[in-house]
């Protein structure tokens, strides 16, 4: 896994800690108007060996991060996609 990828995930680990302002939808974030600024694919020891993409998004100051496994952003899976707890704003 490149250096980024792990920061990426660390700083998603960091956030669960610190508990973030609110979840929504990813379906819902798209439609406040954010923009996608980096889709990240993850694998390894962090991922607990697990394939997901992170994806994050911002409006203005806002910034919201989300993830999803593998095989649901690839298929764009309309229940993840509408599932709040898939992204965590600030």
């Known amino acids: 896994m490149n250096k980024l ?3 990426v995930v660390a700083w998603i680990v960091l956030c669960g800690v610190a508990s973030a302002q ?3 939808s ?3 974030i ?3 108007g954010y923009e996608i600024k980096s889709v990240t694919f993850a694998k390894g ?6 394939e997901i ?3 994050t998004l911002q ?3 806002s910034v919201a991060v989300c993830y999803f496994a593998a095989a649901n952003w690839i298929n764009l899976s309309a229940g993840t996609l509408d599932d709040a707890r898939r ?3 600030r």
């Open 30 to 32: 798209m439609g406040k």
């Open 45 to 50: 020891e962090s991922t607990e060996n697990r």
């Open 5 to 7: 990828s792990a920061l």
């Open 87 to 89: 992204c965590d704003v």
């Open 53 to 55: 993409f992170v994806v």
């Open 59 to 61: 409006k203005e100051k």
């Open 26 to 28: 990813f379906k819902a």
């Open 22 to 24: 609110e979840q929504q």
